[in-house]
């Protein structure tokens, strides 16, 4: 069964430092997302990605935050310079469809991000 | 006022009973509205979706939807000990311009089904 694939599964950094999360989404999805969770607490939109562009962001993707498909099948969130409240669980999901409000979206295992 | 809000819980029910999961959302104009189960440390997994009013039975699960009260819930018989996880809700936000949707995630409610 297709699935959303995350690495690494955890990534340990030193605060201001940048660090790139990876994700490879489903291969005939057109859709790309990034969510946070912090511990404990809820699952936060951060970026939806559709053609080659940001299609929209929340006030939590600020500048530090970036997003690229640098290829045909790796989907990269990249933290400029971290800081200690950017430690969270990063979720990768992605969809093949958003016409018509059916779009359903699978998540990735996530990745652990743990700022010192 | 939050997007997407569900009762944090623990909600606790016996093995065999029926668990009870409700949301209730804010934007009148969210047209799908899912649940996603997410055990400890994992990362959300699709459980149901619904798009239209009235229940939904997958399985042992029910969605229900009431746009006009704004309100989705999800309703799970036989819960097994292996059904305690957070359930999350979700509504997705449409925006035809640019053809794709964003998700609200409620907080999740935590059921704790004991055996």
């Known amino acids: 069964e297709p699935e959303v694939t995350q690495t690494p599964s955890h990534q340990v950094t030193q605060m201001g430092q940048e660090v790139i999360l990876r994700c490879v989404p489903i291969?005939?999805?057109?859709?790309f997302y990034w969510y946070r969770q912090i511990l404990g607490q809820k699952v936060e939109f951060l970026v939806s990605?559709?053609?080659?562009?940001?299609?929209?962001k929340s006030e939590i993707f600020d500048d530090q935050f970036s997003v690229e498909r640098p290829d045909g099948s790796n989907f990269t969130l990249k933290i400029r310079s971290t800081k200690l409240e950017d430690s969270a669980m990063y979720f990768c999901?992605?969809?093949?469809?958003?016409?018509?409000?059916?779009?359903?979206?699978?998540f990735g295992a996530g990745t652990r991000l743990s700022v010192l | 006022q939050k997007e997407v809000e569900q009762n944090s819980g623990p909600l606790s029910v016996p093995e065999g009973a029926i668990a009870s999961l409700n949301c209730t959302y804010s934007?009148?104009?969210?047209?799908?509205f899912f649940w996603y189960r997410q055990y400890s440390g994992k990362s959300p997994e699709l459980i149901m979706s619904?798009?239209?009013?009235g229940d939904k039975e997958d399985g042992r699960f029910t969605a229900q939807l009431n746009k006009a009260s704004q309100y989705v819930s999800l309703l799970i018989r036989d819960s097994q000990p292996s059904d305690s996880a957070t359930y999350l809700c979700a509504v997705n936000r449409q925006r035809i311009v640019y053809n794709f949707n964003k998700f609200y995630f409620g907080s999740g409610t935590k059921l704790n089904v004991k055996p």
């Open positions: 934007d009148r104009g969210s047209q799908s």
């Open positions: 619904i798009y239209s009013n």
């Open positions: 999901a992605s969809s093949d469809l958003a016409v018509l409000a059916k779009n359903i979206q699978y």
């Open positions: 990605f559709y053609n080659n562009e940001i299609s929209e």
């Open positions: 291969s005939n999805h057109l859709y």
